[in-house]
């Protein structure tokens, strides 16, 4: 063989194992990282809890500043039954109450202003049209 010829060879072995090799690297992609647990402040939980935990002094100040009246009455309210009263008939339906737009639907004030400028531009649209179509009956002849 000649010298031109065995250089293009090695060429094309040398481009055959750059090739193979990149093949082999997508196969076999790197293996993920491996993250280390590090050991980190409080978790917000954590802090919400440790700022809502109150000290038995704050507690006993609490405690003292609420009047007795006070939390007997929130201990009533709390026991108390509620009653629903009846309707006044056995098929009756309840009404809302009124609130002053019982007045009934309607169109916006100004749509029939917008309806006449419609209507207007609709029969522009439609002259220009037959004058376009008359147009081309023209140009056919």
Same mark, same amino acid.
Not at 14 to 32: C, D, G, M
Not at 37 to 64: C, D, H, K, N, Y
């Given at each position: 063989?000649?010298?031109?010829?065995?250089?293009?060879?090695?060429?094309?072995?040398?481009?055959?194992?750059? !090739?193979?090799?990149?093949?082999?690297? &997508?196969?076999?992609?790197?293996?993920?990282?491996?993250?280390?647990?590090?050991?980190?402040?409080?978790?917000?939980?954590? !802090?919400?809890?440790?700022?809502?935990? !109150?000290?038995?002094?704050?507690?006993?100040?609490?405690?003292? #500043?609420?009047?007795?009246?006070?939390?007997?009455?929130? !201990?009533?309210?709390?026991?108390?039954?509620?009653?629903?009263?009846?309707? #006044?008939?056995?098929?009756?339906?309840?009404?809302?109450?009124?609130?002053?737009?019982?007045?009934?639907?309607?169109?916006?004030?100004?749509?029939?202003?917008?309806?006449?400028?419609?209507?207007?531009?609709?029969?522009?649209?439609?002259?220009? &049209?037959?004058?376009?179509?008359?147009?081309?009956?023209?140009?056919?002849?």
């Amino acid at each position: 063989m000649t010298d031109k010829l065995e250089d293009e060879l090695a060429a094309l072995r040398a481009r055959v194992a750059e !090739l193979e090799a990149r093949v082999e690297a &997508r196969a076999n992609p790197p293996a993920p990282p491996k993250f280390e647990a590090v050991a980190s402040g409080p978790t917000t939980t954590e !802090l919400a809890m440790s700022r809502a935990s !109150l000290s038995r002094e704050a507690i006993a100040r609490t405690v003292e #500043a609420v009047p007795d009246a006070e939390v007997r009455g929130i !201990l009533r309210d709390g026991r108390a039954t509620q009653n629903l009263r009846p309707l #006044a008939e056995a098929n009756a339906r309840p009404r809302p109450a009124a609130t002053g737009w019982e007045a009934p639907l309607s169109p916006p004030p100004g749509i029939s202003l917008i309806d006449r400028q419609l209507d207007v531009q609709d029969a522009k649209d439609r002259a220009e &049209r037959i004058m376009q179509h008359a147009r081309m009956k023209a140009l056919e002849k």
